[in-house]
């Protein structure tokens, strides 16, 4: 039977937008889809997991990342993924990998103008974090973030909470 794997990462609460741009670029080059590296390195090439993704949660500053695995591999999955952080804060990735992170997030900033309330969320989200920013200029400013500045955005983040949701007969339920 899958478990399923919850790591919460925190990073200190930030309103630089572009900061966070490249906060948000870090973490889809780690779990935003199949292009990712836990897909890549921690479900394909490790068979550690079924699934994996991560995601942010700016007003909180939490960075989860959710893995379906044997409850079994967890603290492989765990070790995996601090590696694949590891690499990432160091550097250690590829024009192609951000070139793709930048093509998803932007991707989905173009889709914001398919739906008013779509529309309407972005300026909400725009006021609330002191930006004047339309959705052009946040585009621009996704596709100005460099390889530099996506590396150093890892630099503060850091494990808080491991939590491994299994069945009786994978294990007990665990939180640590």
């Known amino acids: 039977r899958q478990s399923h794997l919850i790591l919460i990462h925190r990073w200190p609460r930030e309103r630089d ?7 948000a670029l870090f973490t889809n080059m780690l779990g935003g889809g199949t292009h990712s590296r836990l897909f890549r390195e ?5 068979s550690l ?8 949660e700016r007003h909180k500053g939490l960075m989860f990342v959710q893995v379906g695995c044997d409850a079994a591999a967890a603290d492989a999955v765990v070790e995996e993924t601090a590696a694949q952080i590891d690499e990432l804060r160091a550097g250690r990735f590829t024009e192609e990998e951000l070139v793709t992170a930048k ?3 932007a991707s989905g900033l173009v889709a914001v103008e398919d ?3 779509q529309i309407v969320e972005f300026g909400s989200r725009q006021f609330l974090l002191d930006q004047d920013r339309d959705l052009p200029a ?3 400013l996704l596709q100005a973030i460099s390889s530099d500045e996506v590396a150093a955005a890892g630099a503060d983040v850091w494990l808080d909470h491991t939590y491994l949701l299994a069945s009786e007969e994978n ?3 665990a939180a640590s």
Request: charged content about 30%; proline content about 0%; cysteine-free.
């Open 42 to 46: 921690v479900r394909e090439k490790k």
């Open 103 to 105: 093509a998803g997030l």
């Open 49 to 56: 997991a079924y699934g994996a993704h991560s995601g942010l």
């Open 171 to 173: 294990g007990d339920e």
């Open 115 to 117: 739906s008013l309330g």
């Open 138 to 140: 946040q585009i621009e």
């Open 17 to 23: 937008g572009r900061r966070w741009i490249a906060r």
